[in-house]
């Protein structure tokens, strides 16, 4: 295993279609989960939830998806068909559900962050066991009709499709932002 900063410093997403099997064991999908669960939460209301997509599931509900897309957009190319097909191409993936709603002391907003938070405490995890994963939205995350093939309440929203699998190849990183771009001292 990593050290944690060696892990934090290198870390980056693989494109979920690089995502191959072996996908995690129920075990370890077991410490993702928990891992993902322990975020800040201001008044512990555990604003969020997860869908676990995995097995066959993937597919059926990738080619479901796929039907839905095909019969609101007939015109709709099939890449763009295809990559909702292909919607489950990698070995697992965690649907995190935000619950954010109204609330006498907790705006929804602090809620919508835990749920992000959730995302990419997941993400950290997937990587610490050795996988990889990409935190992805997309068509399926905002559609009506997706959403409810899914299994989303109305007052819910996907905070992120988290792909989950073993790497098929190294990846490049990306830029990243510079430290002087995004940090400002108050009063200097
Ligand atoms: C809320 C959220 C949704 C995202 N949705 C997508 C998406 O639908 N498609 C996509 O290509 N990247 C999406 N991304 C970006 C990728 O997850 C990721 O930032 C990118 O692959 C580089 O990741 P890295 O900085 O972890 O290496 C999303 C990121 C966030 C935070």
């Given at each position: 295993m990593l050290d944690a900063i060696e892990l934090l410093k290198s870390r980056r997403s693989v494109p979920a279609n690089a995502?191959?099997?072996?996908?995690?064991s129920a075990e370890e999908l077991d410490t993702m989960l928990t891992i993902a669960a322990r975020v800040p939460d201001h008044g512990k209301l555990a604003p969020w939830r997860f869908i676990v997509i995995e097995g066959p599931a993937r597919a059926e509900l990738g080619g479901r998806l796929a039907e839905l897309m095909k019969a609101s957009?007939?015109?709709?190319?099939a890449g763009k068909v295809e990559a909702v097909a292909n919607f489950?191409?990698?070995a697992l993936i965690v649907a995190v559900v935000s619950r954010a709603g109204p609330h006498v002391k907790i705006p929804e907003w602090e809620q919508e962050l835990s749920a992000g938070a959730v995302c990419m405490n997941l993400s950290i995890a997937v990587n610490a066991l050795g996988y990889g994963a990409q935190w992805l939205t997309g068509w399926a995350a905002y559609d009506p009709k997706a959403r409810e093939v899914i299994g989303l309440q109305q007052n819910e929203r996907i905070a992120g499709f988290i792909h989950i699998g073993t790497p098929t190849e190294r990846w490049t990183d990306r830029p990243r932002p510079e430290l002087s771009e995004v940090v400002t001292r108050w009063g200097a």
């Open positions: 995502l191959a099997e072996p996908a995690p957009d007939p015109e709709a190319p489950c191409g990698s």
